[in-house]
Nanobody, 127 residues
């Protein structure tokens, strides 16, 4: 059974930093697209960042405009784990953050294209 487990969420003051982790088990995702999304109550789950398989024909990293320059996505393939390092956090970054994985190499920011999801971790940024 494939599982994605997020950790690292919590409460931080505006301007602070957090690093989220997503540990996968049950399947190796070294050649797949991994991503982070977030969701607030009453809103659609929105794309935050994604990263392709390093060394593939299409090696890319994508970010939502709202997090560019503040968030960094990375992966550790031997550990089957990916990360979201968040700096300069703002109150509007408050949300439940979900890691996701998409089999194959297609480039997309649509949540509907992702096959596996974690359970989410709460990030709260206070002003």
């Amino acid at each position: 059974q494939v599982q994605l487990v997020e950790s690292g969420g919590g409460e931080v003051q505006a301007g602070g930093s957090l690093r989220l982790s997503c540990a996968a088990s049950g399947r190796t995702f070294s050649r797949d697209v991994m991503a982070w999304f977030r969701q607030t109550p009453g809103k659609e789950r929105e794309f935050v960042a994604s990263q392709s398989w390093p060394g593939g024909n299409s090696d890319y990293v994508d970010y939502a405009e709202s997090v560019k320059g503040r968030f960094i996505i990375s992966r550790d393939n031997p550990k089957n784990t990916w990360y979201l390092h968040m700096d300069s956090l703002k109150p509007e970054d408050t949300a439940v953050y979900y890691c996701a994985a998409k089999t194959g190499t297609g480039r997309t920011t649509s949540k509907d294209e992702y096959d596996y999801w974690g359970q989410g971790t709460q990030v709260t940024v206070s002003s």
